[in-house]
């Protein structure tokens, strides 16, 4: 069963315009969610999180938006730049005891065309 | 210098020889982890370790072992490799405690079991 679901394998935007990764799970459970950023032969760097208690968290060109009731939360990149064409991953843990775990989602390649 | 190294980048090996991929942090981090990652599929977690004495199964454990050697220094093993954990392979680490913390990775191991 997954868990954190990414149902757009890829996605091309133009540059100067907006990117908008979206990310859904299914475990009531989780309260903190991460993306992370992979460019080939790298491993994934941490990008920005956001905890349950915010529904958004802004980081320069980058805005995560969370939807609790919807189990939905997306990234959104403004205004994309061919430097951000990489692998994005989702992930979400549980604060308290299992706070070490991400789940992670299948990822979404990003493509800006400049 | 990487804060999160891992040797070697590239291995390729046949079934039945036992492999050990390497670890090394210089962030200080008391957490590390290994996960794999397989084509079209998230990160999952294979081990992962609180600190020098304290180690854990993750979710996909199974013929793997691994060692930690020193808060630095994190180790996985294949006893007896086979072609299903042909793979790429990364570690990971992060601070303890209580709250969620973000994972740092390191550039991963490409594993080819032939």
């Known amino acids: 069963d997954q868990q954190v679901k990414q149902n757009s394998p890829s996605l091309s935007v133009q540059e100067g315009r907006i990117s908008i990764l979206n990310c859904d799970y299914t475990?009531?459970?989780?309260?903190?969610f991460l993306w992370y950023k992979k460019y080939p032969a790298e491993g994934p760097t941490f990008l920005i999180s956001?905890?349950?208690?915010?529904d958004k968290n802004e980081d320069g060109r980058f805005t995560v938006f969370l939807n609790k009731s919807a189990k939905h939360l997306s990234l959104h990149i403004v205004p994309s730049q061919p430097g951000d064409s990489a692998v994005y991953f989702c992930a979400a843990s549980v604060s308290g005891g299992s706070n070490y775990k991400l789940t992670f989602g299948k990822g979404t390649l990003l493509t800006v065309n400049p | 210098d990487a804060d999160v190294t891992q040797t070697p980048r590239n291995r390729i090996t046949k079934t039945g020889k036992r492999i050990m991929l390497e670890c090394s942090q210089t962030k200080g981090h008391d957490r590390m982890y290994w996960y794999r990652q397989d084509p079209g599929l998230g990160l999952r977690l294979i081990y992962y370790s609180f600190d020098v004495k304290d180690i854990n199964k993750g979710e996909i454990s199974d013929g793997y072992s691994v060692s930690r050697q020193a808060q630095a220094k994190f180790s996985l093993s294949l006893e007896s490799a086979i072609p299903n954990q042909t793979a790429l392979y990364f570690c990971?680490?992060?601070?303890?405690?209580?709250?969620?913390?973000?994972?740092?990775f390191g550039p991963g191991t490409r594993l080819t079991v032939t």
């Open positions: 990971a680490t992060s601070v303890g405690g209580q709250g969620i913390y973000e994972q740092y």
């Open positions: 956001i905890s349950s208690i915010k």
């Open positions: 475990n009531s459970m989780f309260d903190y």
